[in-house]
């Protein structure tokens, strides 16, 4: 059983700022890195489907580490994970920093995304640890302001990082991203010791007896199959897959329609999600599920006028609701998913979450693009409505499922 001083993040604010401060840095080097990258090789001469399988191979290495990632945070103290996927991440940025080369650009992907993964999970997990179970979502809205931020101003940086100062420059100032957090994270490790006392102290390793007869590998699934998460898993992968869409098509159409800066779509929908994260703890701590529905379905509406008179204001109005809806359902997700769960498992069942997100994700953006070949490129916000309204479905669907899951766990604890 891990010691008070490294076992878990403590309660206080400048533990929350530090892990904020982070994951603004962690979010910041992954979209400016699956931004910039294809943009690079697209400037010199290589093909789109290169650009593809650059932000292929690290959404492919993070979504395997999803799982591995969660297993390690549940057994391993959180301070000492989180400083390895760091250095790993560095690791990842520096090698290419010092060799300039197409096939050392490839393989540090593997390092990215694997650090990637297994950092913000550990993250979520040290923040949810860090308070009471009244108050989760409300520090988990705020640490996802971090993510918002880097979501807003990742791909504008890495775009101006590599007209102004060019490919070498753009890996080492992510490089130096990631040193200043292994330093912010060392100093808070330092805090952690001196102030051990008021440590929120939990041990790292599962609690429950092991059952015997059990080996390695029930030990590692087990936690994956707990009835109470499934719920959660269905409604995290609809919950990406209006992301995945948009992510990959919108700026596509946007080209393709003449309105003028797309981009904006992400920006006012990173700003959305930022102020709903900052403002919206009491919703985030709520213990009502079925809020996740509407919130869900919010961004129908928006992409219901954007289909019906695309143009640069709908686009906006779109993005509006994708952010309201992005904004609110995540913490409030993590948050439902940590009071449902034995708090032993948090690091397996949110890497868990991960997982069935990245996996929305991609394959949201991989139909998206069958359908679009298949129909039209003029029809991409109708598409992207009918991509919004399957979330939705899939969301309701997560919640009769978990009606009947969680009514059958409160009469298992009632005959207890």
């Known amino acids: 059983m891990a010691d008070g001083s490294e ?20 979010s910041l080097y992954m979209k400016g890195l699956n931004s910039g990258i294809p943009y690079y090789y697209d400037r010199i001469g290589y093909s789109a489907t290169v650009g593809g399988t650059f932000v292929a191979v690290f959404t492919l290495s993070a979504t395997v580490m999803r799982l591995i990632g969660g297993q390690i945070t549940d057994h391993v103290r959180h301070m000492r994970v989180l400083l390895a996927s760091l250095s790993v991440m560095f690791f990842g940025v520096a090698l290419p920093a010092v060799w300039d080369g197409f096939a050392v650009a490839m393989a540090s992907r593997v390092l990215q995304g694997s650090g990637f993964a297994v950092a913000t999970n550990v993250m979520t997990v040290a ?28 791909a504008l940086v890495s775009v101006w990082l590599l007209d102004d100062a060019g490919y070498r420059w753009f890996y080492v100032f992510y490089a130096a991203l990631m040193l200043a957090a292994l330093v912010a994270v060392l ?36 936690p994956f199959l707990i009835p109470e998460a499934a719920p959660f898993m269905i409604i995290s992968f609809a919950k990406r897959i209006p992301t ?5 098509f919108i700026l596509v159409f ?11 779509f992400f920006v006012v929908a990173g700003a959305t999600t930022l102020v709903l994260r900052l403002a919206g703890g009491k919703v985030f701590d709520s213990d009502r599920s079925f809020l996740l529905l509407p919130l869900q379905s919010v961004q129908i509406l928006g992409f219901i006028v954007f289909a019906l008179f695309p143009s640069y204001a709908t686009l906006l109005v779109a993005a509006l609701g994708y952010g309201i809806s992005v904004g609110t359902t995540s913490p ?28 929305g994700k991609a394959t949201s953006a991989f139909v998206g ?20 309204i399957l979330s ?24 207890r």
Do not use: Y
């Not at 946007?254 to 904006?264: Q, T």
């Not at 499922?401 to 005959?415: D, I």
């Open 7 to 26: 076992s878990k993040v403590g309660s206080s604010t400048a533990t929350l700022v530090v892990l904020v401060i982070v994951t603004f840095f962690t």
């Open 127 to 154: 923040v949810a640890g860090s308070s009471s179970k009244r108050h989760i979502g409300k520090r988990l809205g705020i640490k996802g302001a971090g993510t918002s931020l880097g979501t807003m101003l990742g």
């Open 187 to 222: 100093w808070l490790r330092r805090s952690r010791r001196r102030h051990a006392a008021e440590a929120d102290i939990a041990p790292d390793a599962p609690s429950r007896p092991k059952a015997k007869g059990t080996g390695w590998i029930h030990d590692f699934i087990a």
């Open 244 to 248: 995945g869409f948009c992510v990959a």
């Open 254 to 264: 946007a080209r393709h329609a003449s309105i003028p800066m797309g981009a904006s």
């Open 332 to 359: 409030l997700i993590k948050a439902l998913l940590a009071k449902a769960t034995p708090k032993e498992h948090w690091g397996a069942v949110n890497g868990e979450l991960f997982f069935f997100s990245d996996i």
């Open 369 to 388: 693009g069958l359908v679009i070949d298949a129909l039209t490129k003029t029809l991409i916000p109708q598409i992207a409505l009918g991509a919004t």
């Open 392 to 415: 939705s479905l899939l969301t309701a669907v997560g919640l009769l499922v978990g009606r009947f899951v969680w009514k059958g766990a409160e009469r298992s604890q009632c005959a």
